[in-house]
């Protein structure tokens, strides 16, 4: 088994492990901690594939900043006890019938000859590609199509903030 | 000389779009002024004037540039983008003025309101000018976000809560589902870029497994947000919670640019027809069977145009179902660009109808009442019969009755599919608009015929308010609806300039 391989498989076996203890922890904070679990294997990945940027702003912003939230969010709602879930019969059958056939999707799609075609990358633009120098160049270089959608998911994200305060402040 | 006037002319392509934002800016900036005191009377205005200015500035420029890329290719400009605009942001302006008198009869006016609207329409017009996947994604997103918090805006009320909490689950869900579909698309195309898709399209990408999965999840994620039969569950319940003028605005905002949207998609992947039109079809059939069956059962009108709407979003599938005849020969061809004219103007005779019947409910309702339900309309014909004969003139378009905006729109969407040679899209479009008559002349008896349960209002006390309501904003919109449904349903031809397709 060549290495590149053999790091994928232990972190996508954890990772997916994780993700799996994630909905089906009954404490919503043990729950949290496997999120961040997941989100650090994911850093990993993103590390392995030579995106050094990515997989720091991963743990920065995901793992850190944002666990930190919902961790606050959890504590400050008291959620800590273990919450009675209800498994209706009917609609937790539909909900793995679903994933199931989801996951088989992806698995299927990757696994079958598909139709996966190799990307520009060489060697040389693999090793430059993951550092923020490069990031930035392709975000807000005007040649490329992405500094507009860049601009545009400020927007969505000033939109969220506006709709999360209309909705949660009492009285404005 | 290059660069500057390369920006000039990508930034004065999406004008529109940056008028909503300016004025969407202004008055959350604005906000702490337009609350309350004076300044409140402002915050309608000013976003009736966003979405009239953003309207005024695509009929002005829709000249000059079409057929280009704007930004290095994220986005483009074409007519099946300007005349989606005319009808979205024709809408918008409409709901604006529903807005502000049913905000203002229930307690809910803020300032922020009008700005979601207008942020929420920008987001629509990026779904239909994108040229990128990713920006149709995050358009579909910006548009989405200002819906749900419009669905929950009457924060008190447990069904408004519900609406939002349901819409903002489901829709997250179909933009997870989307998403999976786009990253499944750069995977075979190597591109999330129109163009590219479709060249990989015509190598035969959706011959394999993954292009397939990638086209399927496409189709899901835009049905959801278009409420078509099997993802519809949602549409009811959030009609119904959502107050009555975010609910005119939320179902033609994200039918037009879902459907717009989706036109191009499907146009542009039209070369594997064979993987994706099967699956449109089945999904048309069965929203244009479910909607109308389900519809007949309802006895809240809210619910029932929820239903009625399901059944609308299949008529508009069929439209989009003749993309894949594109490139099946020359018929093939001309009823593709039939149904993009005519799913244009479908769309628009059904946001004027819509937005009138939804006006109509908000004309109604008061402080302590919100119209919802068939008793509610009894007898309106007689107590106040303006607004009971123009509800019939919308229930007669949305029926698709001759003489009205709805029947043009139907039938230039079944001309085109004949076209195309689909009989049997055809003939279930046929019958199942026949369905549709019984539960739309149903509200149209309710008006007439039906005696009124509640004594006249008396000129006294709460009765009063009823009156002066008619020269406020929605008094604007039914008139505006009932005369533009009636004028396009004679004379389709007045509007065919800045509705025609072309390619």
């Given at each position: 088994?060549?290495?590149?391989?053999?790091?994928?498989?232990?972190?996508?076996?954890?990772?997916?492990?994780?993700?799996?203890?994630?909905?089906?922890?009954?404490?919503?904070?043990?729950?949290?901690?496997?999120?961040?679990?997941?989100?650090?294997?994911?850093?990993?990945?993103?590390?392995?594939?030579?995106?050094?940027?990515?997989?720091?702003?991963?743990?920065?912003?995901?793992?850190?900043?944002?666990?930190?939230?919902?961790?606050?969010?959890?504590?400050?709602?008291?959620?800590?006890?273990?919450?009675?879930?209800?498994?209706?019969?009917?609609?937790?059958?539909?909900?793995?019938?679903?994933?199931?056939?989801?996951?088989?999707?992806?698995?299927?799609?990757?696994?079958?000859?598909?139709?996966?075609?190799?990307?520009?990358?060489?060697?040389?633009?693999?090793?430059?590609?993951?550092?923020?120098?490069?990031?930035?160049?392709?975000?807000?270089?005007?040649?490329?199509?992405?500094?507009?959608?860049?601009?545009?998911?400020?927007?969505?994200?000033?939109?969220?903030?506006?709709?999360?305060?209309?909705?949660?402040?009492?009285?404005? | 000389?290059?660069?500057?006037?390369?920006?000039?002319?990508?930034?004065?392509?999406?004008?529109?779009?940056?008028?909503?934002?300016?004025?969407?800016?202004?008055?959350?900036?604005?906000?702490?002024?337009?609350?309350?005191?004076?300044?409140?009377?402002?915050?309608?205005?000013?976003?009736?004037?966003?979405?009239?200015?953003?309207?005024?500035?695509?009929?002005?420029?829709?000249?000059?540039?079409?057929?280009?890329?704007?930004?290095?290719?994220?986005?483009?400009?074409?007519?099946?983008?300007?005349?989606?605009?005319?009808?979205?942001?024709?809408?918008?302006?409409?709901?604006?003025?529903?807005?502000?008198?049913?905000?203002?009869?229930?307690?809910?006016?803020?300032?922020?309101?009008?700005?979601?609207?207008?942020?929420?329409?920008?987001?629509?017009?990026?779904?239909?000018?994108?040229?990128?996947?990713?920006?149709?994604?995050?358009?579909?997103?910006?548009?989405?976000?200002?819906?749900?918090?419009?669905?929950?805006?009457?924060?008190?009320?447990?069904?408004?809560?519900?609406?939002?909490?349901?819409?903002?689950?489901?829709?997250?869900?179909?933009?997870?589902?989307?998403?999976?579909?786009?990253?499944?698309?750069?995977?075979?195309?190597?591109?999330?870029?129109?163009?590219?898709?479709?060249?990989?399209?015509?190598?035969?990408?959706?011959?394999?497994?993954?292009?397939?999965?990638?086209?399927?999840?496409?189709?899901?994620?835009?049905?959801?947000?278009?409420?078509?039969?099997?993802?519809?569950?949602?549409?009811?319940?959030?009609?119904?919670?959502?107050?009555?003028?975010?609910?005119?605005?939320?179902?033609?905002?994200?039918?037009?640019?879902?459907?717009?949207?989706?036109?191009?998609?499907?146009?542009?992947?039209?070369?594997?027809?064979?993987?994706?039109?099967?699956?449109?079809?089945?999904?048309?059939?069965?929203?244009?069977?479910?909607?109308?069956?389900?519809?007949?059962?309802?006895?809240?009108?809210?619910?029932?145009l929820a239903y009625s709407g399901v059944a609308h979003a299949g008529y508009l599938l069929v439209a989009v179902?003749?993309?894949?005849?594109?490139?099946?020969?020359?018929?093939?061809?001309?009823?593709?660009?039939?149904?993009?004219?005519?799913?244009?103007?479908?769309?628009?005779?059904?946001?004027?109808?819509?937005?009138?019947?939804?006006?109509?409910?908000?004309?109604?309702?008061?402080?302590?009442?919100?119209?919802?339900?068939?008793?509610?309309?009894?007898?309106?014909?007689?107590?106040?019969?303006?607004?009971?004969?123009?509800?019939?003139?919308?229930?007669?378009?949305?029926?698709?009755?001759?003489?009205?905006?709805?029947?043009?729109?139907?039938?230039?969407?079944?001309?085109?599919?004949?076209?195309?040679?689909?009989?049997?899209?055809?003939?279930?479009?046929?019958?199942?608009?026949?369905?549709?008559?019984?539960?739309?002349?149903?509200v149209v008896w309710y008006i007439v015929f039906e005696e009124s349960a509640a004594p006249k209002p008396s000129?006294?006390?709460?009765?009063?308010?009823?009156?002066?309501?008619?020269?406020?904003?929605?008094?604007?919109?039914?008139?505006?609806?009932?005369i533009a449904t009636i004028g396009l349903g004679i004379l389709p031809a007045a509007i065919s300039s800045f509705?025609?397709?072309?390619?």
């Open positions: 088994m060549r290495p590149g391989v053999l790091i994928f498989w232990l972190l996508a076996v954890p990772m997916v492990a994780c993700a799996l203890l994630v909905i089906t922890s009954r404490n919503p904070l043990r729950s949290a901690l496997f999120l961040v679990a997941h989100m650090l294997l994911l850093a990993g990945m993103f590390l392995s594939l030579s995106a050094q940027y990515v997989a720091a702003v991963q743990v920065v912003v995901y793992a850190g900043a944002i666990m930190v939230l919902f961790v606050f969010v959890i504590m400050l709602l008291n959620l800590g006890g273990a919450q009675k879930m209800d498994a209706a019969g009917l609609g937790w059958a539909l909900g793995i019938a679903m994933s199931l056939g989801l996951a088989a999707l992806f698995v299927g799609t990757g696994v079958w000859k598909s139709g996966l075609h190799a990307g520009k990358a060489t060697a040389k633009t693999l090793a430059q590609g993951g550092t923020a120098q490069a990031v930035g160049f392709a975000l807000f270089d005007p040649e490329l199509p992405w500094l507009f959608p860049f601009e545009v998911a400020s927007i969505v994200l000033l939109m969220a903030a506006v709709g999360a305060i209309v909705l949660a402040k009492r009285k404005l | 000389m290059g660069a500057p006037t390369q920006a000039i002319r990508d930034l004065s392509g999406i004008l529109p779009i940056l008028v909503l934002w300016g004025v969407a800016l202004v008055i959350l900036l604005g906000a702490p002024l337009l609350r309350r005191g004076p300044g409140s009377r402002l915050a309608a205005p000013l976003g009736g004037a966003g979405a009239l200015g953003a309207l005024l500035v695509l009929l002005r420029g829709s000249s000059d540039g079409f057929g280009d890329t704007l930004f290095a290719g994220a986005a483009l400009t074409d007519t099946l983008y300007s005349s989606g605009a005319f009808v979205l942001l024709l809408g918008g302006f409409l709901s604006v003025l529903v807005a502000q008198t049913y905000l203002r009869s229930r307690d809910l006016e803020k300032p922020e309101y009008y700005a979601i609207m207008l942020l929420s329409l920008s987001g629509a017009l990026l779904m239909m000018q994108a040229n990128d996947l990713i920006v149709l994604f995050l358009g579909l997103e910006l548009m989405s976000f200002g819906l749900y918090v419009l669905a929950g805006f009457a924060r008190t009320d447990a069904k408004s809560d519900e609406a939002a909490l349901k819409y903002f689950l489901l829709g997250a869900l179909a933009s997870a589902l989307m998403l999976y579909g786009i990253m499944l698309t750069y995977g075979v195309a190597a591109s999330t870029e129109l163009s590219n898709v479709q060249s990989a399209v015509a190598r035969g990408a959706l011959k394999e497994p993954m292009g397939i999965a990638a086209a399927l999840l496409l189709v899901i994620g835009l049905c959801f947000k278009i409420a078509a039969v099997p993802f519809h569950q949602w549409s009811p319940d959030v009609y119904e919670g959502a107050p009555t003028s975010a609910t005119a605005f939320l179902a033609t905002t994200a039918k037009i640019g879902a459907i717009v949207a989706f036109l191009r998609v499907c146009d542009t992947i039209a070369g594997g027809y064979h993987t994706w039109l099967p699956a449109i079809r089945a999904i048309a059939i069965l929203s244009m069977i479910v909607g109308n069956l389900i519809a007949i059962a309802q006895t809240n009108v809210k619910r029932m179902a003749c993309m894949g005849f594109r490139l099946m020969g020359t018929k093939g061809t001309q009823a593709s660009i039939l149904a993009m004219t005519g799913a244009v103007f479908y769309l628009l005779a059904y946001a004027l109808a819509l937005i009138g019947a939804f006006g109509v409910l908000a004309y109604l309702s008061s402080r302590d009442k919100d119209a919802q339900t068939l008793n509610d309309l009894r007898g309106l014909a007689s107590s106040q019969p303006a607004v009971g004969y123009a509800m019939v003139l919308f229930m007669l378009s949305l029926a698709g009755i001759p003489a009205t905006a709805g029947f043009i729109g139907k039938w230039q969407v079944f001309y085109a599919v004949l076209t195309g040679g689909d009989v049997a899209l055809a003939v279930t479009m046929a019958l199942t608009s026949a369905m549709g008559v019984y539960y739309y002349l149903r000129p006294t006390g709460h009765g009063v308010e009823a009156r002066p309501r008619a020269m406020t904003g929605v008094g604007a919109a039914i008139t505006i609806c009932c509705l025609t397709v072309v390619r």
